[in-house]
């Protein structure tokens, strides 16, 4: 092989080489920070861009990818979160605790966020963290246990003034866990178990209550119902008793209509009916085993002779 043919090689391979170089695909959203000559010249797009090679070098970054720091040179424009760890916060009723926080950001402006700020992970953390211990040192525990909500709102509010400068978006902040010391743990468990017992036993006595009310009352409407059958018995018994009599009268009063006019105007039904009154009085007198003696006045012999008569005139008929 000639010289003539390496040198040709070898341009060409410088050739592919320079091409290589000067073109750099971006994929999509992503972008990258170019500096010529040390300064700053473009931020790519997504897609094939075209640099000179040894004179544009991308600038590189440091970036955080599930809680380690990295160094890229393409910028990522998709929302990213960072999990922070534990750190203990001070209350204001001067009770210590551990809370960690989850932060949801997205760099909007790639030039801000290169050169405004050296290192953005650390100091976005950094400035949670004193940003989180600002908010909890002005509320006491009962209410950080219980606010979380209003925790993450005056954190994400201040974090995103603060990082606009960095062209961060702070979209989110959650606080994952809030555990205070174990003695306020135990004092909070047994705070919930009294509370428990007191609704028990307030449910219990409720209860109880409820079930006199109604056994109460179903007694009540059991002595109206027995009252009200007592009434509707005695009212059907009198009922009863004065048809009967009526009936009875009226039969009586057939029975006298019909001697008065079986004896005439001659004799009188009253008579009659007295005579049998003496006679059933009689007849009960008589029965026994002892001899009895019965003396009967004068004017009972007259009412027994009516009776014979009238007993005649129905044989008669």
Known sequence: MSTLQIA???????????????????PQSETRVIERLGKYYATLKPGVNIVIPFI????????????????????DLREQVYDFARQNVITKDNIQMEINALLYFQIVD??????????????IEKLTQTTLRNIIGE??????????????????GVLDDATNKWGIKVNRVEL??????????????????????????????????????????GE???????????????????????????????????AIEKITEAVGKSTNPANYLLAQKYIQMLQE????????????????????GSIGGIKELFKGE
Do not use: C, H, W
């Not at 060409?12 to 320079?18: Q, S």
């Not at 991308?58 to 160094?71: A, C, D, E, L, V």
């Not at 026994?288 to 012999?301: C, I, M, N, Q, R």
């Open 285 to 304: 007198v008589a029965v026994g085993d002892k001899t009895k003696t019965v003396f009967l006045p004068y004017e009972a012999s007259n009412l027994m």
């Open 56 to 75: 544009d070098r991308p600038k590189i970054m440091i970036s955080m990818n599930r809680g380690r720091y990295t160094y890229r040179s393409n910028i």
């Open 176 to 217: 994952q866990d809030i555990i205070p010391p174990e003695s306020v743990l135990s004092a909070m468990e047994k705070q919930m178990q009294a509370e428990r017992n007191k609704r028990a036993t307030i449910l219990t006595s409720e209860g109880e209550k409820q079930a006199q009310i109604l056994a109460s009352e």
């Open 110 to 123: 790639p030039f801000k966020a290169v050169y405004e700020i050296n290192d953005l992970p650390n100091a």
């Open 139 to 156: 509320m006491e525990l009962d209410q950080t246990l219980t606010s979380r909500d209003i925790i993450n709102t005056k954190l994400r």
């Open 220 to 254: 009540k409407t059991a002595t109206i119902n027995r009252a009200e059958a007592d009434k509707q018995q005695a009212i059907l018994r009198a009922e009863g008793e004065a048809t009967a009599r009526i009936r009875k009268a009226e039969a009586e009063a057939v």
């Open 8 to 26: 040709l090689i070898v341009i060409i391979v410088l050739a592919l080489l320079f091409v290589k170089m000067a073109i750099i695909i971006v």
